[in-house]
């Protein structure tokens, strides 16, 4: 499904976020990715995005060389893999339903297939009855948990989220890693990025370990081992 | 699929005009001001070009020729006026004809009639009258008439006390047009910089919802294009605001100027019904072109990829 081959990222001045890095994922897995703080997590999931482009190496989603994807491809790239941030990014003038709305309207969708998908992914992740919320109504994980629904629009066959906990008191991130489990076992391929050694360790699935750009442990049922 | 997508544009375009509304006012305000110095010009080339007419009119370059020369001598003389450069007509005008315009001009000069009357018969001389083709020109075929062979059919000539005035108007309607080069391109230059501005506050304000766009796949031109709709709606509100301005001001200026011109050929205001189309027509595009420009450069220095 993705493929990274001997990436190297390179910010100038003296900076290699990815080092000689090198991943396989498989269609469907559930992968954690773990690292400390400016070992090039975020890095990564930037060049799958293509917000950013691999300095040496190559990239491939599906059979899709994305090395060096040009800029008006990158929009269908992105059709494809949805993503999570730490900060949630909703727009605070939009409910939770026109949040999700937007993402669908800016692509070009007709109102009766937005009006029918933007309550479908709400409920999914059990949002229907605050659709008419501000963000500023709803609490922090319900707020992420509307990320993730306008992130499913398209249906992406990918799902990366960089550290989608980080501003969650407990009881919030294990719903949204229950969530994106529950996501997973629909068929997408999800890339859980954190910090988080309760939830790596509760989860009992792959974890790659980073540091310093490089994959440095790679384990089938991992622990958190930092 | 593709409409849907540009009403979209064009609602995201409004929504920027009207969040932003403080910026979209003085955008305007400072295209009107381009727009109104814009067709202050057109008003000063027109009235140039009138001024140049009326001198046009009253410049008589005429060869007056013996009353009884004889007619092949005439046709070879005009032919002769007729290749000389920048001559564009040379019409004879008869003796009778000479005198009856002479009599219609002077219609209610009674003691001129009287006159005329008394000497019996027609003492007006037929004559040649030549046309330049434009007000530069005179001076050249004034120049080539001084110097032409002596014809025994010529009697005199009428041209010199207008060279003077000819050369003063040829230097004023050339500076007015390098002044009016040089305050439109200023004009032109502030624009930019005002409207690129103002994309530029706009794509500030809108810099959370551009990365939403981006995160989830909206294509670029649909992020981009909103800012140069609004562009062209800078363009569109400037240029209905000063059609609003500025006729009332050319009618406020318009008697002043039938006065101080002495002539009663200028008519401003039916100038610009005459030329309505083509003169806001082409403001219009062309400022849209150079707010979308502006628009362009912004966009592409502050929405990246
Ligand atoms: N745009 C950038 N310019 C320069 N250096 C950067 C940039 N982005 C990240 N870095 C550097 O690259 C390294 C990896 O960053 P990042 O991928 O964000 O790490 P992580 O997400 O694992 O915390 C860090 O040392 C960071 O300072
Ligand atoms: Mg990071």
């Known amino acids: ?226 | 699929m593709i409409l849907l997508s540009i009403a979209r544009v064009l609602k995201f375009a409004l929504q920027d005009f009207g969040r932003n509304f403080w910026v979209s006012l003085v955008t305007v305000t400072i295209l009107v001001l381009s727009l109104f110095s814009v067709n202050f010009l057109v008003v000063v080339d027109y009235i140039s070009q009138q001024a140049i007419k009326s001198v046009e009119e009253k410049i008589d370059l005429s060869l007056y020729l013996n009353a009884d020369a004889a007619e092949e001598d005439i046709s070879a003389l005009k032919r002769e006026l007729e290749s000389v450069a920048g001559v564009v007509e040379v019409s004879y005008v008869s003796k009778a004809q000479a005198l009856e315009s002479f009599q219609s001009k002077n219609r209610d000069n009674q003691s001129l009639q009287e006159a005329l009357r008394e000497v019996g018969k027609n003492p007006l001389n037929p004559s040649l009258v030549v046309q330049a083709k434009e007000l530069a020109d005179y001076e050249t075929v004034i120049n080539s008439l001084d110097k032409l062979s002596k014809h025994t059919v010529i009697e005199s000539k009428n041209f010199d006390d207008h060279r003077n005035l000819l050369q003063s108007m040829n230097t004023i309607t050339a500076r007015t047009r390098q002044i009016m080069l040089l305050v439109s391109f200023i004009f032109i230059a502030v624009t930019v910089l005002v409207v690129f501005n103002a994309v530029r506050i706009a794509i500030y304000t809108h810099r959370k919802e551009i990365g939403v766009m981006k995160l989830v796949g909206a294509s670029n031109w649909f992020i981009r294009a909103p800012f140069l709709a609004e562009a062209i709606l800078y363009s569109f509100l400037g240029v209905i605001a000063v059609i609003a301005i500025f006729y009332p001001f050319i009618h406020l200026l318009q008697p002043y100027l039938g006065s101080f011109l002495n002539t009663a050929s200028v008519d401003l205001v039916g100038y610009f019904n005459g030329h309505f189309i083509i003169i806001f027509g082409v403001e219009f595009l062309g400022a849209s072109l150079i707010n979308i420009i502006a628009s362009s450069i912004a966009v592409g220095k502050y929405v990246k990829v």
């Open chain 1, 1 to 226: 499904m993705i493929t990274f081959e001997n990436v190297t990222k390179f910010y100038p001045p003296n900076t290699n976020a990815l080092d000689n890095f090198s991943l396989e994922i498989k269609p469907g897995e559930f992968l954690s990715v773990v690292g400390q703080s400016g070992t090039g997590k975020t890095t990564m999931v930037k060049l799958l995005i293509g917000e950013e482009k691999a300095t040496k190496g190559k990239i491939l989603v599906g059979d899709w060389d994305i090395t060096n994807v040009r800029p008006r491809e990158i929009p269908y790239l992105r059709r494809q893999i949805g993503v999570i941030f730490q900060d949630f990014k909703l727009l605070p003038a939009k409910t939770l339903f026109e949040n999700v709305a937007f993402a669908m309207q800016v692509c070009g969708h007709i109102p009766s297939k937005i009006n029918l998908v933007v309550p479908q992914v709400l409920k999914l992740v059990g949002l229907e009855k605050k659709i008419w919320r501000y963000p500023n109504e709803v609490s922090g994980g319900e707020q992420q948990r509307a990320v993730i629904a306008r992130a499913l629009v398209h249906h992406p066959k990918i799902l990366l989220a960089d550290e989608p906990t980080g501003n969650l008191d407990s009881i919030n991130a294990a719903d949204i890693i229950n969530l994106l489990e529950k996501i997973n076992k629909f068929g997408t391929t999800v890339i859980l990025v954190t910090h988080n050694k309760e939830i790596v360790n509760s989860l009992r699935r792959r974890v790659v370990t980073i540091d310093a750009g490089r994959v440095i442990s790679d384990q089938k049922i991992g622990k958190y081992i930092l």
